[in-house]
């Protein structure tokens, strides 16, 4: 089975987290150009996904989903995982 390129619980370190960063930019990408393609379709919740297309937004997800959860970032230092995650947040938290 071939490992999911926007999953943040496979990112491990920082090879892995621009792996993620490169196929997030990606899905948003496609997402634009399915977006300009049929507007119409994608008017109550964004192509692949995306909850939150503008950058305002999609911080201010990112924010509330890792305040949200319990388990997110609560060690001294977060890891690439939790950056990977914070930033996935923005793309599916509304």
Known sequence: MKNDPLDP?????????VRFVHALITDR???EQLERADPKRYQLG????????AIS???DCALAG???QDDWGNTS????TDLAVFLY????YE
């Open 46 to 53: 964004g192509a692949n996904g995306w909850q939150n297309g």
């Open 57 to 59: 937004s999609f911080l």
């Open 89 to 92: 947040l923005g793309k599916i």
């Open 66 to 68: 890792a305040e949200a």
């Open 77 to 80: 230092e977060p890891s690439w």
């Open 9 to 17: 619980d496979s990112v491990k370190d920082r090879e892995s987290f």
């Open 29 to 31: 990408e496609n997402a």
